[in-house]
Structure formats: C-alpha cells, structure tokens
Nanobody, 120 residues
Framework: QVQLVESGGGLVQAGGSLRLSCAAS????????LGWYRQPPGKQREFVAS???????NYADSVKGRFTISGASGQNTVYLQMNSLKPGDNADYYC??????????????WGQGTQVTVAS
C-alpha cells in the first residue's frame, strides 16, 4: 500500500483557482495511474481526472477545459490545477493510486482528502 497526502484545498470565490497536490510516500510502480476523485456534500464520490505513467490523461466532462492534471517527481506527486471554479466544484477531493500488473489494475492507496469550498 501507498500513503497519499493531499494538500492545497481551501475557500475560493466562484471563478477563482486552486492547485491541489498529492504526494506519495514512496515510488509508484512504473505502470501506474494517479487520479483525483471528489465527493460533494450529500453525494457519491465521483471521478475527476487521472494521469498514467505514460502521460495519458482523462477528465470528467464537468471539468474539461477548466482542470488540468499533471505529475512530477517520477509520478510520486500529482497536481490538479483547478481554474474557473464553480459552486458545483464544492467537495472533498481525494487522490488515488492504481498499479497495472499483468493486465490487472489494483488500487494501492487513497489519500485522506482535502476540502474545496467554492463560495456562491
């Protein structure tokens, strides 16, 4: 298992920006995927964005064009740049690490979450 720690959450006005960071306690397998998920108040957790060790990215339709996911430090750190924030982005944001071995994807860690509050 991998320990993940998110940071960068906070209070922001609608239209503003935040950058979230997720740091892993150790190097991730060379075949990996790091992702961001969020859970709005009273809602189920949902996918936001992901990045693979090969550099491929995916985004939820709701954040395309506004959020950018990137990695650094040999994929030990992942960022989520959030621009043009909306009240609908209000949620607890979580980082997740997956590894792909022998064609199987396994989750190896979840962060504790960081809260993003967007004022309406």
């Amino acid at each position: 298992q991998v320990q993940l720690v998110e940071s960068g959450g906070g209070l922001v006005q609608a239209g503003g920006s935040l950058r979230l960071s997720c740091a892993a306690s150790r190097s991730i397998s060379e075949d990996n995927q790091l992702g961001w998920y969020r859970q709005p108040p009273g809602k189920q957790r949902e996918f936001v964005a992901s990045i693979t060790s090969g550099g491929g990215t995916n985004y939820a339709d709701s954040v395309k064009g506004r959020f950018t996911i990137s990695g650094a430090s040999g994929q030990n750190t992942v960022y989520l740049q959030m621009n043009s924030l909306k009240p609908g982005d209000n949620a607890d944001y979580y980082c997740k690490a997956d590894v792909l071995v022998g064609g199987r994807c396994s989750t190896v860690g979840w962060g504790q979450g960081t809260q993003v509050t967007v004022a309406s």
